[in-house]
């Protein structure tokens, strides 16, 4: 079952990025960050109700890379939820 929106289109790079962090799956990035106290997708979904769910799995993955570098600052913690975000963009060349 799709997650999320475009789920054929992202999946294969939001793995590659997973994995080099040694990330099995985007389920296994949220188990990291409910393990750490953090319900990122739920925090997502409070903030915003009317977000694409692929906002919320972004976000958890960003996370969940934060968690696994040991993220103490903002900026750091900043920088690697922009990877968990920037895995899920579709370039769109025209």
Partial sequence: MALFESYERRIDKINAVL?????????EAEK???????????????IQPICFENACWAYTVGAAIAVKKGCRKA????????????????????
């Fill in 19 to 27: 994995n080099s962090y040694g990330i099995a799956s985007i389920e």
């Fill in 32 to 46: 990291i960050t409910k393990d750490a106290g953090l319900d990122v997708y739920a925090q997502v979904k409070a």
């Fill in 75 to 94: 900026a750091d913690a900043a920088a690697a939820i922009g990877e968990g975000l920037q895995a899920f963009s579709i370039h769109c060349y025209v």
